[in-house]
């Protein structure tokens, strides 16, 4: 197994760790917020290996069938864990249905991507969807921290820790929505076009073999 696939292993091995930190069971939950700490440093962590494993593979040239399986699996994993978790953990920041539009979400651009693949193309990542990415990490630590905090203070300067956790769900879950049908228009006009080419294609082999059954009898 190569570097940028070993990367992507250690990302699906975080989520059962992330599950149990934000869990009831996690034994050290305190007024000291480690579980949160703890939380928020693992979930930043795995979402780094999202850009670096992919970033590898292709300066190593070691892009791979595995790799192509395992990257979309791990984001998928990591993304469904962390906000089923918090819609047990925090619920008042993460209700359930966020929890469902953002994983429906997720599913939703995974079966649009099978489809294109079968139809032989690809969409490309727009900048919604990595605004998307970037709001779901400040989104997902928000929530987690709020469950111990709702201000920090750092002396004279107050950081809004519940604040900035609803802002930033309800951002996030807009923009999910928005990256969500960006996408599928991209996918809808790459698919109109395949379409056309393949009736296009059929046309003119079907006139060539006409043209060439009139040869055959004159």
């Not at 940028?4 to 091995?13: A, L, V």
């Not at 593979?57 to 906000?83: C, N, S, W």
């Not at 309800?170 to 969500?180: D, G, K, P, Q, R």
Request: proline share 3%; hydrophobic share 55%.
């Amino acid at each position: 197994m190569n570097l940028p696939n070993s990367i992507t292993m250690s990302r699906i091995f975080c989520v059962p760790l992330l599950i149990w930190l934000l869990s009831r069971t996690f034994p050290f939950h305190s007024f000291y917020g480690e579980a949160e700490i703890l939380g928020s440093a693992l979930f930043i962590l795995a979402s780094i290996t999202d850009g670096v494993d992919g970033y590898l593979a292709r300066k190593r040239g070691q892009i791979t069938t595995m790799g192509m399986l395992l990257d979309p699996l791990a984001d998928k994993l990591l993304v469904t864990a962390a906000f089923i978790s918090l819609v047990e953990m925090n619920p008042r920041i993460v209700p359930a249905w966020i929890a469902v539009l953002v994983i429906g979400r997720e599913f939703l651009v995974s079966g649009l991507r099978s489809i294109a693949t079968s139809e032989g193309f690809t969409i490309q990542a727009s900048d919604l969807g990595k605004l998307k990415m970037v709001t779901q990490i400040v989104a997902v630590v928000a929530a987690i921290l709020d469950h111990r905090w709702t201000v920090w203070h750092f002396g004279w300067f107050i950081l809004p820790v519940h604040v900035i956790a609803i802002t930033a769900v309800y951002f996030m879950a807009l923009v999910s929505v928005i990256s969500a049908t960006d996408y599928f228009v991209a996918f809808w006009r790459k698919i109109e076009h395949a379409s056309v080419a393949r009736r296009r294609e059929t046309f003119i082999m079907s006139r060539k073999k006409d043209v060439s059954t009139v040869d055959r009898f004159s």
